[in-house]
């Protein structure tokens, strides 16, 4: 049986169903079974931020994706 590794994922992206959201903030918090990242967005004429967006990935998932990001960060980095 082949695991979660061997198999290709492809993404299917909408751009006219599937917003891009600009955010200004970001609060990551966890518990023992996932993390889950809060996107804001600066309300304007006060100091305060309207959550936008969360995503909850288990710790694992979590973990891919912050080595992930580094390395895009990396291969296109001026």
């Known amino acids: 049986m082949a695991n979660d590794k061997d198999q290709e994922v492809n993404f299917s992206i909408d751009p006219n169903k599937t917003p ?8 990551i ?13 600066n309300i304007l004429g006060d100091n305060q931020q309207n959550v936008i967006s969360r995503v ?4 694992s998932q979590a973990k891919e ?3 992930n990001l580094n390395d895009h960060i990396e291969k296109f980095e001026v």
């Open 20 to 27: 891009v959201y600009q955010v200004d903030g970001y609060l």
């Open 29 to 41: 918090s966890s518990n023992e079974y996932t993390v889950t990242f809060s996107f804001a967005q």
């Open 56 to 59: 909850a990935l288990t710790r």
């Open 65 to 67: 994706f912050l080595k």
